[in-house]
């Protein structure tokens, strides 16, 4: 079946720090990859998306690069600050399932001033 | 944005009760909304399809007479938790999506904290 597996956290860090979650996928077809972000007391907001490989979504300065061959979807942004703090969810989703998303299990990211 | 509400937030009640969540999307119509379940320090777990009009799809391995779904309206959506029992404490959260059949955006409730003592 499909799965997702995300790095454990939690993940501390200080401002303006490189920020680099790691996310891996198990799938029965080609999938869609997301990232989602969950701030506190929030309902999961999408971040950023990628349909085919070697896509790269980008959004409010994180990224991740859709890699086939090592089936990975890392997000990545440069410089931290304390307003990202939040969990974050990869995802993915298989063409033939409507609508159906396929979880990790979530990092919670701390940013300290 | 799009949003989308639940209420409660959060509900306590006693084993043997059934309790209702309902989701709501505010500023959209939803033919479809789907129902999560999130345990400590795990994944969001699909547990069904909703679609207006029609019954849900669940997912397997989840009871459909213990968690019904009705999805009355383009608007709500209401997942009742029936005989609830404290191992059905969770997080539910639901999320709506716009008409499109294969639409990626997703709107997620803040979720619904539910105890059973």
């Known amino acids: 079946g499909d799965s997702v597996t995300q790095m454990e956290g939690p993940v501390t860090l200080s401002e303006e720090a490189f920020l680099t979650i790691n996310c891996t996928y198990t799938?029965?077809?080609?999938?869609?990859l997301f990232w989602y972000v969950q701030y506190p007391g929030e309902g999961l907001q999408l971040l950023l998306k990628a349909t085919k490989a070697d896509d790269k979504g980008s959004n409010k300065g994180f990224e991740a690069t859709y890699r086939k061959e090592t089936t990975s979807f890392h997000l990545e942004k440069g410089s931290v600050q304390v307003s990202d703090s939040a969990v974050y969810f990869c995802a993915l989703k298989v063409g033939t399932s409507y609508g159906k998303l396929t979880f990790g299990q979530g990092t919670i990211l701390t940013v300290h001033p | 944005g799009a949003v989308v509400s639940q209420h409660p937030s959060w509900v306590i009640c006693k084993s043997g009760t059934s309790v209702k969540i309902e989701c709501r999307s505010l500023d959209f119509q939803a033919t479809t909304m789907f129902w999560y379940r999130q345990f400590p320090k795990q994944s969001l777990m699909l547990m069904a399809t909703?679609?207006?009009?029609?019954?849900?799809?669940?997912e397997q391995g989840v009871e459909k007479d213990k968690f019904l779904i009705n999805h009355a309206s383009l608007t709500l959506s209401t997942l009742t938790v029936t005989s609830a029992h404290p191992e059905d404490s969770s997080f539910y959260i639901c999320s709506a999506s716009p008409p499109g059949r294969y639409t990626d955006t997703q709107y997620f409730g803040p979720g619904t904290r539910l105890t059973v003592l």
């Open positions: 909703s679609n207006e009009g029609s019954k849900a799809t669940y």
């Open positions: 799938a029965t077809g080609y999938p869609s």
